[in-house]
Protein backbone atom coordinates (compact mmCIF):
# COMPACT_ATOMS: atom_id res chain seq x y z
CA UNK A 1 0.00 0.00 0.00
CA UNK A 2 1.16 3.29 -0.57
CA UNK A 3 0.01 6.72 0.95
CA UNK A 4 0.80 9.94 0.27
CA UNK A 5 0.77 12.43 3.69
CA UNK A 6 0.09 15.86 2.67
CA UNK A 7 1.13 18.21 5.46
CA UNK A 8 1.70 22.00 5.38
CA UNK A 9 1.78 23.95 8.79
CA UNK A 10 2.61 23.57 12.08
CA UNK A 11 -0.23 21.27 13.85
CA UNK A 12 -0.19 18.84 10.56
CA UNK A 13 3.58 18.48 11.40
CA UNK A 14 3.13 17.42 14.96
CA UNK A 15 -0.21 15.05 13.83
CA UNK A 16 2.44 13.50 11.26
CA UNK A 17 5.15 12.46 13.69
CA UNK A 18 3.05 9.52 15.28
CA UNK A 19 1.67 8.59 11.96
CA UNK A 20 5.30 8.56 10.20
CA UNK A 21 6.64 6.34 12.84
CA UNK A 22 3.44 3.66 12.71
CA UNK A 23 4.55 3.43 8.70
CA UNK A 24 7.78 3.09 9.58
CA UNK A 25 7.24 -0.47 10.87
CA UNK A 26 5.49 -1.89 8.16
CA UNK A 27 5.92 -2.44 4.26
CA UNK A 28 3.69 0.11 3.32
CA UNK A 29 5.15 2.95 1.29
CA UNK A 30 4.78 6.46 2.84
CA UNK A 31 5.67 9.40 1.23
CA UNK A 32 5.56 12.82 2.57
CA UNK A 33 4.47 16.08 0.23
CA UNK A 34 5.08 19.03 2.11
CA UNK A 35 3.30 22.06 0.83
CA UNK A 36 5.30 25.22 2.73
CA UNK A 37 2.55 26.48 3.87
CA UNK A 38 3.95 27.62 7.11
CA UNK A 39 7.43 28.29 5.74
CA UNK A 40 8.65 29.95 8.80
CA UNK A 41 11.38 27.66 10.23
CA UNK A 42 9.87 27.94 13.72
CA UNK A 43 7.03 26.44 12.18
CA UNK A 44 8.01 24.13 9.99
CA UNK A 45 12.13 22.65 9.94
CA UNK A 46 12.18 22.18 14.15
CA UNK A 47 9.55 20.16 13.39
CA UNK A 48 10.89 17.37 11.41
CA UNK A 49 14.15 17.60 13.81
CA UNK A 50 12.69 18.01 17.12
CA UNK A 51 10.06 15.09 16.73
CA UNK A 52 12.15 12.73 14.30
CA UNK A 53 9.65 12.92 11.21
CA UNK A 54 11.97 12.27 7.96
CA UNK A 55 12.24 14.66 5.71
CA UNK A 56 9.61 15.16 3.12
CA UNK A 57 9.71 13.31 -0.38
CA UNK A 58 8.43 16.80 -2.10
CA UNK A 59 8.30 20.10 -0.76
CA UNK A 60 6.37 22.29 -2.79
CA UNK A 61 6.93 25.98 -0.72
CA UNK A 62 3.90 27.54 -1.53
CA UNK A 63 4.23 29.75 1.10
CA UNK A 64 1.73 33.00 2.73
CA UNK A 65 -1.31 34.69 0.13
CA UNK A 66 -4.93 34.92 1.30
CA UNK A 67 -6.67 32.31 1.09
CA UNK A 68 -7.64 31.67 -2.20
CA UNK A 69 -3.84 32.40 -3.53
CA UNK A 70 -2.67 29.92 -1.01
CA UNK A 71 -5.35 27.19 -1.67
CA UNK A 72 -5.69 27.69 -5.46
CA UNK A 73 -1.11 27.29 -5.54
CA UNK A 74 -1.37 24.42 -3.31
CA UNK A 75 -3.90 22.96 -5.73
CA UNK A 76 -2.07 23.62 -8.83
CA UNK A 77 1.36 22.53 -7.29
CA UNK A 78 -0.17 18.62 -5.87
CA UNK A 79 -1.70 17.80 -8.86
CA UNK A 80 1.41 16.91 -10.75
CA UNK A 81 2.96 15.16 -7.63
CA UNK A 82 -0.44 13.10 -7.15
CA UNK A 83 -0.81 12.15 -10.48
CA UNK A 84 2.68 11.37 -10.63
CA UNK A 85 2.74 9.03 -7.41
CA UNK A 86 -0.71 7.71 -7.73
CA UNK A 87 -1.22 6.18 -4.16
CA UNK A 88 -4.07 4.01 -2.76
CA UNK A 89 -4.56 7.18 -0.18
CA UNK A 90 -4.07 10.26 -0.05
CA UNK A 91 -4.00 10.87 3.63
CA UNK A 92 -4.83 14.70 4.64
CA UNK A 93 -4.53 16.23 8.11
CA UNK A 94 -6.99 19.06 10.17
CA UNK A 95 -8.26 21.82 8.84
CA UNK A 96 -5.98 24.12 6.96
CA UNK A 97 -5.84 25.67 3.27
CA UNK A 98 -3.55 22.42 2.29
CA UNK A 99 -5.87 19.80 3.77
CA UNK A 100 -8.71 21.41 1.25
CA UNK A 101 -5.74 21.83 -1.33
CA UNK A 102 -5.12 18.23 -1.23
CA UNK A 103 -8.78 16.77 -1.10
CA UNK A 104 -9.68 18.58 -4.45
CA UNK A 105 -6.51 17.57 -6.07
CA UNK A 106 -7.21 14.15 -5.32
CA UNK A 107 -10.71 13.52 -5.88
CA UNK A 108 -10.81 15.35 -8.88
CA UNK A 109 -7.78 12.53 -10.29
CA UNK A 110 -10.46 9.85 -8.47
CA UNK A 111 -7.51 9.08 -6.01
CA UNK A 112 -9.07 8.03 -2.11
CA UNK A 113 -8.87 10.78 0.20
CA UNK A 114 -8.88 10.02 3.93
CA UNK A 115 -9.17 12.85 6.72
CA UNK A 116 -7.36 12.73 9.62
CA UNK A 117 -9.49 14.41 12.89
CA UNK A 118 -12.50 14.34 10.35
CA UNK A 119 -15.78 15.88 12.25
CA UNK A 120 -14.11 18.63 14.56
CA UNK A 121 -16.78 21.41 14.06
CA UNK A 122 -16.76 24.51 16.00
CA UNK A 123 -20.16 25.73 14.06
CA UNK A 124 -18.66 28.61 13.54
CA UNK A 125 -18.86 29.66 9.56
CA UNK A 126 -16.91 32.88 10.06
CA UNK A 127 -13.66 30.91 10.62
CA UNK A 128 -11.74 29.53 7.69
CA UNK A 129 -10.67 26.20 9.03
CA UNK A 130 -14.58 25.61 9.66
CA UNK A 131 -14.91 25.75 5.78
CA UNK A 132 -12.01 23.43 4.70
CA UNK A 133 -13.61 20.88 7.60
CA UNK A 134 -16.51 20.52 6.14
CA UNK A 135 -15.62 20.55 2.53
CA UNK A 136 -12.80 18.11 3.38
CA UNK A 137 -15.05 15.50 4.98
CA UNK A 138 -18.00 16.04 2.81
CA UNK A 139 -15.44 15.19 -0.28
CA UNK A 140 -13.24 12.43 1.65
CA UNK A 141 -13.69 8.78 1.32
CA UNK A 142 -13.16 7.77 4.87
CA UNK A 143 -13.13 9.75 7.73
CA UNK A 144 -11.04 9.25 10.40
CA UNK A 145 -12.42 10.31 13.42
CA UNK A 146 -10.61 11.34 16.71
CA UNK A 147 -13.48 11.50 19.65
CA UNK A 148 -16.80 10.55 19.86
CA UNK A 149 -18.47 13.98 19.81
CA UNK A 150 -16.71 14.07 16.02
CA UNK A 151 -18.56 10.79 14.93
CA UNK A 152 -21.88 11.82 16.13
CA UNK A 153 -21.46 15.42 14.00
CA UNK A 154 -20.41 12.95 11.05
CA UNK A 155 -23.48 11.11 11.47
CA UNK A 156 -25.65 14.06 11.69
CA UNK A 157 -24.35 14.97 8.06
CA UNK A 158 -25.07 11.69 6.63
CA UNK A 159 -21.31 10.62 6.71
CA UNK A 160 -21.77 7.66 9.29
CA UNK A 161 -20.97 4.81 6.54
CA UNK A 162 -17.49 6.62 5.65
CA UNK A 163 -16.55 7.32 9.45
CA UNK A 164 -14.19 4.88 12.06
CA UNK A 165 -13.53 5.82 15.61
CA UNK A 166 -9.47 5.83 15.55
CA UNK A 167 -8.73 8.36 18.29
CA UNK A 168 -6.63 11.31 18.53
CA UNK A 169 -2.95 11.17 16.95
CA UNK A 170 -1.89 14.15 19.28
CA UNK A 171 -2.51 12.19 22.17
CA UNK A 172 0.23 9.92 20.82
CA UNK A 173 2.66 12.48 20.46
CA UNK A 174 2.10 14.57 23.33
CA UNK A 175 2.22 11.99 25.70
CA UNK A 176 5.50 10.61 24.64
CA UNK A 177 7.23 13.81 24.59
CA UNK A 178 5.94 14.85 27.81
CA UNK A 179 7.50 11.58 29.36
CA UNK A 180 10.74 12.38 27.55
CA UNK A 181 10.59 16.54 28.82
CA UNK A 182 10.29 15.20 32.50
CA UNK A 183 12.38 12.46 32.05
CA UNK A 184 15.32 14.91 30.83
CA UNK A 185 14.40 17.80 33.47
CA UNK A 186 15.67 20.66 31.61
CA UNK A 187 13.47 24.01 31.93
CA UNK A 188 11.36 25.43 29.22
CA UNK A 189 13.37 27.97 27.07
CA UNK A 190 11.33 30.70 27.87
CA UNK A 191 10.85 34.27 26.90
CA UNK A 192 13.43 36.91 28.26
CA UNK A 193 11.76 38.19 32.11
CA UNK A 194 10.27 35.13 32.95
CA UNK A 195 11.38 33.44 35.69
CA UNK A 196 10.38 29.31 35.52
CA UNK A 197 10.82 29.25 39.26
CA UNK A 198 7.78 31.60 39.62
CA UNK A 199 4.08 31.22 38.26
CA UNK A 200 3.88 32.38 35.01
CA UNK A 201 1.36 31.81 31.70
CA UNK A 202 1.78 30.69 28.37
CA UNK A 203 -0.08 32.44 25.98
CA UNK A 204 -0.21 31.82 22.02
CA UNK A 205 -2.69 33.89 20.01
CA UNK A 206 -3.24 33.86 16.30
CA UNK A 207 -6.26 33.50 14.49
CA UNK A 208 -8.07 35.72 12.28
CA UNK A 209 -10.39 36.83 13.98
CA UNK A 210 -8.25 37.94 16.45
CA UNK A 211 -5.59 39.74 14.64
CA UNK A 212 -7.20 41.29 11.70
CA UNK A 213 -9.18 43.68 13.66
CA UNK A 214 -6.73 46.37 14.96
CA UNK A 215 -8.94 47.30 17.88
CA UNK A 216 -9.93 43.84 18.64
CA UNK A 217 -5.97 42.82 18.65
CA UNK A 218 -5.44 46.05 21.29
CA UNK A 219 -8.22 45.31 23.62
CA UNK A 220 -6.79 40.97 23.82
CA UNK A 221 -3.13 42.54 23.93
CA UNK A 222 -4.52 45.26 26.50
CA UNK A 223 -6.53 42.57 28.25
CA UNK A 224 -3.21 40.09 28.47
CA UNK A 225 -0.58 42.66 29.63
CA UNK A 226 -2.85 43.60 32.33
CA UNK A 227 -2.74 40.21 34.30
CA UNK A 228 -1.28 40.33 37.75
CA UNK A 229 1.15 37.41 36.63
CA UNK A 230 3.97 37.07 34.21
CA UNK A 231 3.08 36.33 30.54
CA UNK A 232 5.30 33.94 27.58
CA UNK A 233 3.52 35.09 24.65
CA UNK A 234 5.10 32.48 22.35
CA UNK A 235 4.36 35.22 19.18
CA UNK A 236 3.21 33.43 15.76
CA UNK A 237 4.63 35.44 12.70
CA UNK A 238 1.27 36.63 11.92
CA UNK A 239 0.36 37.65 15.68
CA UNK A 240 4.12 39.73 15.06
CA UNK A 241 2.60 41.06 11.51
CA UNK A 242 -0.55 42.13 12.52
CA UNK A 243 0.84 44.29 15.30
CA UNK A 244 3.20 45.92 13.38
CA UNK A 245 0.70 46.68 11.41
CA UNK A 246 -1.63 48.10 13.71
CA UNK A 247 0.70 49.53 15.73
CA UNK A 248 -0.38 47.39 18.56
CA UNK A 249 3.19 47.16 21.15
CA UNK A 250 3.13 43.55 22.27
CA UNK A 251 5.95 43.61 24.90
CA UNK A 252 4.52 45.01 27.76
CA UNK A 253 3.02 45.32 30.80
CA UNK A 254 3.01 41.72 31.79
CA UNK A 255 3.35 40.14 28.60
CA UNK A 256 7.10 38.98 27.59
CA UNK A 257 7.45 38.34 24.06
CA UNK A 258 9.40 35.19 22.51
CA UNK A 259 9.41 33.14 19.49
CA UNK A 260 7.49 29.99 18.72
CA UNK A 261 8.68 26.92 20.61
CA UNK A 262 9.90 23.50 18.96
CA UNK A 263 6.58 20.92 20.30
CA UNK A 264 9.05 19.50 23.30
CA UNK A 265 9.71 22.96 24.11
CA UNK A 266 5.90 23.91 24.20
CA UNK A 267 5.22 20.66 26.16
CA UNK A 268 8.13 21.87 28.71
CA UNK A 269 6.84 25.57 28.83
CA UNK A 270 2.79 24.56 29.71
CA UNK A 271 4.05 21.99 32.14
CA UNK A 272 6.22 24.34 34.36
CA UNK A 273 3.16 27.20 33.78
CA UNK A 274 -0.07 28.01 36.15
CA UNK A 275 -1.96 28.10 32.92
CA UNK A 276 -2.53 28.65 29.29
CA UNK A 277 -4.37 31.09 27.43
CA UNK A 278 -5.30 30.56 23.57
CA UNK A 279 -7.11 30.99 20.63
CA UNK A 280 -5.37 27.88 19.04
CA UNK A 281 -7.24 24.68 18.76
CA UNK A 282 -4.04 22.53 19.02
CA UNK A 283 -3.05 23.83 22.13
CA UNK A 284 -6.34 23.65 24.05
CA UNK A 285 -5.97 20.02 23.84
CA UNK A 286 -2.47 19.79 24.77
CA UNK A 287 -2.76 21.79 28.45
CA UNK A 288 -6.23 19.60 28.78
CA UNK A 289 -3.24 16.40 28.31
CA UNK A 290 -0.59 18.45 30.30
CA UNK A 291 -3.26 18.70 33.32
CA UNK A 292 -3.11 23.13 32.80
CA UNK A 293 -6.36 25.17 33.42
CA UNK A 294 -6.91 26.53 29.56
CA UNK A 295 -8.30 29.81 29.07
CA UNK A 296 -9.66 29.90 24.79
CA UNK A 297 -9.79 33.20 23.62
CA UNK A 298 -12.89 32.74 21.24
CA UNK A 299 -16.95 31.55 21.40
CA UNK A 300 -16.32 28.19 20.82
CA UNK A 301 -14.41 25.19 20.60
CA UNK A 302 -13.55 21.98 18.34
CA UNK A 303 -12.67 20.53 21.17
CA UNK A 304 -15.63 20.40 23.82
CA UNK A 305 -14.33 17.74 25.75
CA UNK A 306 -11.61 20.07 27.18
CA UNK A 307 -14.71 21.95 29.04
CA UNK A 308 -15.63 19.70 31.23
CA UNK A 309 -14.80 19.94 35.07
CA UNK A 310 -13.02 23.71 34.16
CA UNK A 311 -10.28 22.23 32.49
CA UNK A 312 -10.75 24.93 29.53
CA UNK A 313 -13.10 28.30 29.40
CA UNK A 314 -14.08 30.28 27.08
CA UNK A 315 -13.73 33.60 26.98
CA UNK A 316 -14.38 35.64 23.44
CA UNK A 317 -14.05 39.47 25.44
CA UNK A 318 -11.70 39.71 28.19
CA UNK A 319 -13.21 43.29 28.74
CA UNK A 320 -16.62 41.98 29.14
CA UNK A 321 -16.18 40.23 32.23
CA UNK A 322 -13.94 43.16 33.97
CA UNK A 323 -10.41 43.40 34.79
CA UNK A 324 -10.56 41.39 37.91
CA UNK A 325 -12.85 38.23 36.92
CA UNK A 326 -10.72 37.93 33.73
CA UNK A 327 -7.82 37.92 35.64
CA UNK A 328 -9.24 34.90 38.29
CA UNK A 329 -10.46 33.54 34.71
CA UNK A 330 -7.26 32.99 33.77
CA UNK A 331 -5.23 32.74 36.48
CA UNK A 332 -7.74 29.87 38.01
CA UNK A 333 -5.78 26.92 39.43
CA UNK A 334 -6.05 23.44 38.06
CA UNK A 335 -9.61 22.06 38.76
CA UNK A 336 -10.13 18.85 41.00
CA UNK A 337 -12.02 17.14 38.34
CA UNK A 338 -10.77 13.92 36.84
CA UNK A 339 -9.92 14.35 32.78
CA UNK A 340 -10.37 11.14 31.54
CA UNK A 341 -9.16 9.90 28.06
CA UNK A 342 -11.97 11.18 25.76
CA UNK A 343 -8.73 11.30 23.36
CA UNK A 344 -7.78 8.20 23.34
CA UNK A 345 -4.94 6.13 24.96
CA UNK A 346 -2.16 7.60 22.94
CA UNK A 347 -2.13 4.49 20.38
CA UNK A 348 -4.27 5.90 17.74
CA UNK A 349 -1.77 6.32 14.75
CA UNK A 350 -1.29 2.51 14.50
CA UNK A 351 -5.04 2.23 14.74
CA UNK A 352 -5.08 4.98 11.67
CA UNK A 353 -2.36 2.61 9.69
CA UNK A 354 -4.39 -0.76 10.03
CA UNK A 355 -7.45 1.00 8.99
CA UNK A 356 -5.95 2.33 6.20
CA UNK A 357 -4.70 -1.01 5.34
CA UNK A 358 -8.47 -3.32 6.08
CA UNK A 359 -9.75 -0.21 3.88
CA UNK A 360 -7.71 -0.52 0.71
CA UNK A 361 -8.00 -4.19 0.74
Not at 32 to 46: F, K, M, R
Not at 56 to 66: F, M, Q, R
Not at 238 to 259: F, Y
Request: charged share 20%.
Amino acid sequence: MKVVSVVGARPQLVKLAPIADAFAGTEHQHVIVHTGQHYDADLSDVFFTGLGIPQPDVHLGIGSGSHGVQTGHALAALDPVLAAERPDWVLVYGDTNSTLAATLSAVKQHLRVAHLEAGLRSFNRRMPEEHNRVLTDHAADLLLAPTEEAMRHLAGEGLAARSVLVGDVMVDVCLAVRDAVLAGGKPAALPEGIDPTEPYLVVTLHRAENTDDPERLAALVDALAGLPVPVALLAHPRLTARAEEHGVKLDRGSLRVGRPLPYAGMVAAVLGAAGVITDSGGLQKEAYLLGRPCTTLRPQTEWPETLDGDWNRLVPDPHELGAAPWAAVATRPAPPAPRGEPYGDGRAAREVVRVLTEAGR
